[in-house]
């Protein structure tokens, strides 16, 4: 095993998540932002209740939030492959 011998203190970052969830009837929409204090990124989806089922809010706000959160991590993984793809632009030396 390896020890870290570094006098570094560790590095760490706090990123915010802030979900809006608006009712419109049977639909639930969401407009979600993730600020990791470098970039913004946003989300806005929805989620429709079946006309057959009981309304029940929270299995809305569930999908309707949970969807935004797939949408966003989908972006961060998006991000994360266009920034350490090599660049083409020569670093001059």
Do not use: C
Not at 32 to 37: E, F, N, P, R, S
Not at 67 to 74: E, P, Q, S, T
């Amino acid at each position: 095993m390896t020890r870290n011998t570094s006098t570094e203190r560790p590095h760490t970052k706090q990123w915010s998540v802030r979900l809006d969830l608006f009712e419109e009837g049977d639909l639930t929409k969401v407009h979600a932002v993730l600020d990791t204090g470098d970039t913004t990124l946003q989300s806005r989806t929805s989620a429709q209740r079946n006309p057959h089922e009981t309304p029940v809010p929270e299995i809305g706000d569930e999908y309707a939030a949970g969807r935004a959160l797939i949408d966003l991590g989908n972006q961060l993984l998006r991000a994360g492959r266009t920034d350490a793809a090599p660049s083409d632009i020569a670093v001059p030396g």
